[in-house]
């Protein structure tokens, strides 16, 4: 990835102009997690790496940046359990694991479910028998077809998210992101997230990391450069108990985003399941100070 030289990169404001215009134009909406929600439909961010790699300046994320590529890590290679997902460094899973939640879905104890993330990527149904390793076909789909437009990966399983009367989900979450379309243009990558729900002052920073992350390890062994990085939320959503956290961070100036390398750790990664959050570095990091104890919701 070649990035311009930190002093020359345009301050980037597309994080904090979207918690502005929920803020603004969000309609008030119940959620089943408690707290009512702004919400607004199809927000969408656009990137040129060039300019910088997505870690948002308007709240130091410095103490978690890497966690979010841990977990995507954990996902890739399968992850459904809370102890598997701890081998990752991922240690914030409990709320969504309950005895409660996995008990009403007839999953054992500390255990997410064939539907959550792990499942769909890297077991994905098949009417053959074994799972479907979406990320290994992604990386051969992208060496053999380099043009075509069918590069995508989805977390969602339908059978296995249906609710309503007589029907018993197979997750303890629905995914909320993950749906990914890699497309190679003018011999560039560019990588399209698409999230379905996204808690824009948490959770979508998380996501922007971890799937800008991606695109570096796609690019990382394919061979392909990094070009853009595209984000777009459905349902983008700020809970009433985060309101104000978002308004010290729409109230923000914008500044330049970082750098985020591979390491010389990473650069000896040959399979996209030998990933993990330590063989990234991030370099040229200016953050507005933290934020601490911004509220999320199981």
Not at 18 to 26: K, M, P, S
Not at 163 to 179: D, E, L, N, Y
């Amino acid at each position: 990835m070649r990035y311009r030289p930190a002093g020359e990169r345009a301050p980037d404001s597309q994080y904090r102009d979207l918690l502005a215009r929920i803020l603004a134009d969000g309609v008030a909406v119940p959620t089943r997690q408690g707290p009512q929600a702004l919400t607004l439909m199809q927000q969408t961010m656009r990137f040129d790496l060039a300019n910088g790699f997505p870690v948002i300046t308007e709240r130091s994320v410095r103490s978690f940046w890497r966690k979010p590529i841990g977990e995507l890590c954990a996902f890739i290679n399968g992850a459904t359990t809370l102890s598997e997902l701890a081998e990752f460094g991922c240690d914030w899973w409990d709320p969504w694991a309950t005895p409660d939640k996995t008990s009403k879905r007839g999953l054992p104890p500390g255990d997410l479910g064939p539907g959550s993330y792990g499942g769909a990527f890297r077991r994905f149904p098949t009417a053959e028998g074994p799972g479907f390793d979406q990320f290994a076909h992604l990386l051969e789909q992208l060496a053999e077809l380099p043009g075509d437009r069918t590069h995508f990966v989805s977390p969602w399983i339908p059978q296995y998210q249906a609710r309503g009367a007589g029907k018993t989900p197979r997750s303890t979450i629905a995914p909320c992101h993950g749906w990914v379309h890699v497309r190679v243009l003018a011999g560039g990558l560019h990588l399209h997230m698409f999230q379905r729900s996204g808690d824009v002052p948490v959770g979508v920073p998380a996501n922007m990391i971890q799937y800008a992350a991606l695109l570096l390890m796609l690019e990382h062994l394919t061979g392909i450069p990094a070009v853009t990085y595209y984000h777009t939320i459905s349902d983008a959503h700020i809970y009433a108990d985060q309101v104000e956290a978002a308004r010290v961070m729409a109230g923000r100036a914008a500044r330049g985003l970082p750098t985020v390398r591979i390491n010389e750790a990473g650069a000896r990664v040959s399979d996209i399941h030998d990933f993990r959050a330590e063989h990234f570095s991030l370099e040229d990091y200016d953050p507005h100070p933290a934020i601490p104890a911004i509220p999320v919701a199981p």
